[in-house]
């Protein structure tokens, strides 16, 4: 039986943090666009990346809105300058991931990218989350007051637990995405120079979840170094995926301006 065989292989969907479906891989165009879908993405099982999908959905949704808790406990806290970075942070991510849905919408509806090249922007939607809300979060349940204690008790702030958990599992999600990208790239016997960069963002990944476990989960005391690197790590890869995101747009403005797209 060939890999594609069953209806059921096709039935995969390129989805953003949002998770509404944007087109099913069984939607091509025509013999050539067909052509194409079956033979690439060899490893990207529909089940993989569904339940993958899936989880990420449930993790970001529910990331969202213990942001939004710990935003306005932050402010009653007397902390509104925390409170405030982590609001907005959490509603740019929300906006850029409908944004980046709408988008990848178009570029199927104009048939300007076949699907299994949609991945690509659901990672960099995922990584931009990441970056700015995830990573702002963590950012702040390292900090500590006057007395040397924590910012945040999580013991005692409603969803303090739950939220630094959904973090933890949404940057374990992106590592996985990332895995399979590199191993769409190596089916697809893609150059090392598509490879490395995926690579070297799961390092990104795996050092902040290392803050998580290690500087929040366990309460191990935060080095004036780390502290340092994990502010600067913060500021990078902000400026990083937010070049990223713009230069992805300029890519499907191209896209859209030679390929006929309205």
């Not at 890999?3 to 050539?32: H, M, Q, R």
């Not at 879908?37 to 089940?47: A, F, H």
């Not at 995922?126 to 007051?145: G, P, S």
């Amino acid at each position: 039986m060939s890999y594609f065989e069953s209806l059921t292989e096709y039935k995969e969907f390129a989805c953003d943090a949002i998770g509404f479906p944007i087109i099913a891989y069984d939607d091509y165009k025509n013999d050539v666009e067909k052509e194409m879908i079956e033979n690439s993405g060899k490893c990207l099982r529909p089940w993989i990346f569904e339940t993958l999908k899936t989880l990420v959905i449930l993790i970001d949704s529910s990331n969202t809105v213990l942001d939004y808790i710990l935003a306005v406990q932050l402010h009653r806290m007397g902390a509104p300058g925390y409170a405030g970075l982590l609001g907005v942070m959490t509603s740019l991510s929300l906006a850029v991931s409908v944004w980046m849905k709408y988008l990848m919408y178009c570029m199927r509806k104009y048939e300007v990218m076949t699907p299994e090249f949609i991945l690509p922007f659901v990672l960099l939607t995922e990584l931009f989350i990441f970056a700015f809300e995830n990573v702002t979060t963590l950012l702040l349940l390292t900090r500590v007051d006057g007395g040397g204690d924590l910012l945040v008790d999580r013991s005692e702030l409603f969803g303090a637990n739950l939220n630094l958990w959904t973090t933890i599992l949404s940057g374990i999600c992106v590592g996985l995405l990332l895995i399979t990208f590199i191993l769409l790239m190596v089916f697809e016997k893609s150059g090392l120079c598509y490879i490395l960069p995926p690579m070297a963002t799961i390092f990104y990944v795996w050092f902040m979840l290392y803050f998580a476990i290690d500087k929040v989960l366990l309460e191990n005391p935060m080095e004036e170094t780390e502290d340092l690197h994990l502010k600067v790590v913060y500021i990078v890869n902000m400026v990083i995926f937010l070049i990223l995101l713009l230069f992805s747009h300029v890519i499907v403005w191209g896209l859209f301006a030679f390929s006929g797209g309205n």
